[in-house]
């Protein structure tokens, strides 16, 4: 029996058995809901419809569009890809693994296009803070989302270890919607932005944790990493180091 088949025959079994794919459906179904939902409420006045807000400047750039198009064909190809394991898609699923992986390439590529674009190039950022440390946000991003991807890719043959790191790289992007939802004074906003994420991977792990009645090692790592990088970013970002770094790569 090929690999693809061992592999394959191995999660069907675990999905007969009502084992790990059915103690974790009601999590996994809710971040394919979830997902494309808070990015849409996020970026519904910014980005998606702001033709019809009037007091939206609109965004012209190239870059701009193409990395809100890379952006959201990959949160489609998240909730995609949950569907096909639920509607026991198997195979396809797993077809599918590879366009991920270029897919993953192109949101990093554009992403730090857009980013360089914006910060380094138009020297935008949100009111008060400055361009040059804003950027270790999005850098920050974009790193995150290798490690977890990578770890998802290594794990690919191990459905909980896999899925938990796919979900992972979700909360990971939510920073960004979460700050432009006009829901706190901009003065807090920041701490709105990467608190309810890292309150979301918390939860999740707390949920996987009561149903299996044990911490599973991968997905608690990756989570203390996720939580961990947000206030880690700030403090780097206000650095000598990074600064004078944005500043030669900005020259």
């Given at each position: 029996?090929?690999?693809?088949?061992?592999?394959?025959?191995?999660?069907?079994?675990?999905?007969?058995?009502?084992?790990?794919?059915?103690?974790?459906?009601?999590?996994?179904?809710?971040?394919?809901?979830?997902?494309?939902?808070?990015v849409?409420?996020?970026?519904?006045?910014?980005?998606?419809?702001?033709?019809?807000?009037?007091?939206?400047?609109?965004?012209?750039?190239?870059?701009?569009?193409?990395?809100?198009i890379?952006?959201?064909?990959?949160?489609?190809?998240?909730a995609?890809?949950?569907?096909?394991?639920?509607?026991?898609?198997?195979?396809?699923?797993?077809?599918?693994?590879?366009?991920?992986?270029?897919?993953?390439?192109?949101?990093?590529?554009?992403?730090?296009?857009?980013?360089?674009?914006?910060?380094?190039?138009?020297?935008s950022?949100?009111?008060?803070?400055?361009?040059?440390?804003?950027?270790?946000?999005?850098?920050?991003?974009?790193?995150?989302?290798?490690?977890?991807?990578?770890?998802?890719?290594?794990?690919?043959?191990?459905?909980?270890?896999?899925?938990?790191?796919?979900?992972?790289?979700?909360?990971?992007?939510l920073?960004?919607?979460?700050?432009?939802?006009?829901?706190?004074?901009?003065?807090?906003m920041?701490?709105?932005?990467?608190?309810?994420?890292?309150?979301?991977?918390?939860?999740?792990?707390?949920?996987?944790?009561?149903?299996?009645?044990?911490?599973?090692?991968?997905?608690?790592?990756?989570?203390?990493?996720?939580?961990?990088?947000?206030?880690?970013?700030?403090?780097?970002?206000?650095?000598?180091?990074?600064?004078?770094?944005?500043?030669?790569?900005?020259?």
């Amino acid at each position: 029996m090929a690999v693809n088949e061992v592999a394959l025959a191995g999660r069907v079994g675990v999905v007969k058995s009502g084992g790990r794919f059915g103690a974790d459906r009601g999590l996994y179904i809710a971040a394919a809901i979830g997902f494309p939902l808070l990015v849409l409420i996020g970026y519904f006045r910014t980005y998606y419809f702001s033709a019809f807000f009037p007091d939206v400047k609109p965004l012209a750039s190239s870059v701009v569009h193409a990395h809100g198009i890379v952006m959201t064909t990959w949160v489609i190809y998240f909730a995609a890809q949950i569907a096909l394991i639920r509607t026991k898609n198997y195979k396809l699923h797993m077809s599918m693994g590879l366009v991920g992986v270029a897919l993953a390439a192109l949101v990093v590529v554009v992403g730090m296009t857009a980013a360089v674009q914006a910060h380094l190039v138009r020297k935008s950022a949100p009111p008060g803070l400055d361009p040059y440390s804003f950027f270790m946000i999005p850098t920050s991003d974009m790193l995150v989302f290798v490690i977890l991807f990578v770890g998802a890719f290594i794990y690919r043959r191990k459905p909980t270890e896999h899925k938990s790191l796919m979900l992972l790289t979700a909360i990971n992007f939510l920073p960004a919607a979460f700050g432009r939802m006009p829901v706190v004074p901009p003065e807090k906003m920041l701490w709105w932005a990467i608190g309810i994420p890292c309150l979301l991977a918390l939860t999740c792990l707390g949920w996987h944790t009561w149903k299996h009645g044990k911490l599973n090692r991968v997905f608690a790592i990756a989570t203390v990493l996720l939580v961990v990088s947000y206030p880690l970013r700030i403090v780097l970002a206000g650095t000598s180091v990074w600064l004078n770094f944005v500043t030669w790569l900005a020259g």
